[in-house]
């Protein structure tokens, strides 16, 4: 995750947005990913963009992908207490000597949301 | 269904021990991986496979040994652990290896 970087914590109210920024280095990939980690749980895929697209909109996610800068962010709408978890953005990088992408993530944020 | 499960959600086990870890979907999806996540880290790819192959092993030590007896199930052979290989095991699938991934929600193992 060295190469993919997310701040480490952000705070919200409920009912504001939040925005989960993360800077990545490979100009190659072809996707990219927010997932979102509660504690004790698995990756829970939320959405993603193709490297050729500029914003995707998913009912209270907006991602932005500003491909010049290889900086994505990922809004939240309406923040619940609900999406208080880790988020982890990541690239996908082909070219593996097997064959097939390889997601290198984020060092993820801390959403906390706070009534 | 963009299901994958993975058993035992908990296992615990002295350095002597021999276990498995179990993941199964039933997406038709060709692609399966093993990561490992420590608390507070990213995931760590170990393993992968694609169409029952291994494709990929991320210099993984041999102590931990895959194996991927169908297209539906990945199965992660563990044998003399150290403590520091407690962690998140975690479990995806994908379509073709070149596609989006899904996750399991990990075993977490505990190494005495």
């Known amino acids: 995750g060295e190469d993919v970087e997310q701040s480490l914590f952000l705070s919200v109210r409920e009912g504001d947005s939040s925005v989960i920024n993360c800077t990545y280095t490979d100009s190659s990939s072809t996707y990219l990913y927010w997932y979102k980690q509660e504690p004790g749980a698995g990756l829970q895929l939320l959405t993603y963009i193709f490297s050729n697209m500029d914003m995707k909109q998913d009912q209270r996610l907006t991602v932005l992908l500003n491909k010049k800068d290889k900086h994505l962010s990922l809004r939240i709408a309406d923040t619940q207490t609900g999406d208080s978890a880790i988020y982890f953005c990541?690239?996908?990088?082909?070219?593996?000597?097997?064959?097939?992408?390889?997601?290198?993530f984020g060092t993820g944020t801390q959403l906390k949301v706070e009534l | 269904d963009t299901e994958v499960t993975q058993t035992p959600k908990h296992l615990v086990m002295g350095m002597t021990n021999k276990k498995s870890l179990k993941c199964e979907q039933h997406?038709?999806?060709?692609?399966m991986y093993w990561y490992k996540q420590k608390a507070k880290k990213p995931p760590e790819l170990m393993f992968v496979y694609s169409y029952e192959k291994l494709s990929i092993n991320e210099s993984v030590p041999s102590r931990f040994s895959p194996e991927c007896p169908n297209s539906s199930l990945l199965n992660l052979h563990l044998h003399a652990l150290q403590p520091e290989d407690s962690a998140l095991y975690l479990c995806a699938s994908s379509q073709e290896a070149t596609d989006t991934q899904y996750f399991g929600p990990g075993t977490r193992l505990t190494v005495l």
């Open positions: 997406m038709g999806h060709r692609a």
């Open positions: 990541a690239e996908s990088r082909g070219g593996l000597t097997g064959g097939g992408n390889k997601l290198t």
